[in-house]
């Protein structure tokens, strides 16, 4: 086992005594049959957990509320399997902030709370002030552990909100339009307002536990 | 009855008159835009005279131009939660329309299943 991930896991164990005792077997064993001063020659790969990547590809249902398809960001989300249930503490409990690849606009941004996002766009009928909670995550990290959604990762396994700071606008732009032989010049003004979002809080809704941040 | 969902696929620039005309009679005017037109040979015949440059499919039911569009809008990735307050006279009128975007309760982005990505269900 890795340095990195034997650490993180000892500190687990340590933070929140009171887990479901179905993982404990199986951390203890491997964390008391090495000891801290080995270095391992092989490295073993994170725990990337995946939601329903195993389930094959089921024959389309029709359904009311389905989504469209789009030819730019992904549009489907699956509902989280057990097993990324019985993970997603692991994730959860790691000290330090957790990040998240978001999609807003089928634009991907990765962020962490208390970044700041310029949007390449100006969204109407907002203010600042208003919290906007964004809901389309590709990958939720910590500092040793992946989850990644296919394409998506179910909604309820997570809250993200950024509030909305304000309005900004590039510096005026001017396209000046001539013809040769023409002395008439045409100017176009251009000064495009963008919209920019405080990410305030990430938060990790681990079943049977309160969220983490 | 069934239709064709035909979609420009090739641009007709540098193309003749003639390949040009059957383009506008079928409606596509430029690259990548989806027409829907009924099974009947009329159409079938304007299809082979620009086969090349279209991807057809026969589908059940036709979408309007909304619903062509709603297929490809990319989600939103966010709904408003909270408002702050306005003020009372706001330098832009904002319509209804636009909250009810924002706050996700805008119906018209959700079409009826017409295509899905492979794997997995899908949720709204």
Redesign the interface.
Known sequence: MSRTLLRSLLELRAAAPARPSALRPALTTTATTRSLHQTPSQIDPLPQTQSSAALPPSPPKPSPTSIPRCGGAPRTTSPATPETLQLLPLLALQPGNKYLQLYIQGQSYLVTPGDQIRLPFKMPGVVPGDVLRLNRAVAIGSRDFTLKGSPYVDETLFECRAVVEGTEAEPMRLKIKKKQRCRRTKTVRSKHKYTVLRVSEVKILAPGQEGQQ | MSYFRITLHRSAIGLPARTRGVLAALGLHKRSQTVYHPVEAQFAGMIMKVKELVKVEEVERKLDKW?VK??????????????????ED?G?K?GSR??AR?RGEDESQ???????????????
């Open positions: 619903e709603a297929e490809r809008r990319p989600d939103s990735g966010f709904y408003l939660e909270k408002m702050a307050p306005r003020m706001e832009q904002v636009v909250l924002l959700v079409v009826e299943g017409v295509r899905r990505e492979g794997g997995g269900e899908v949720r709204v």
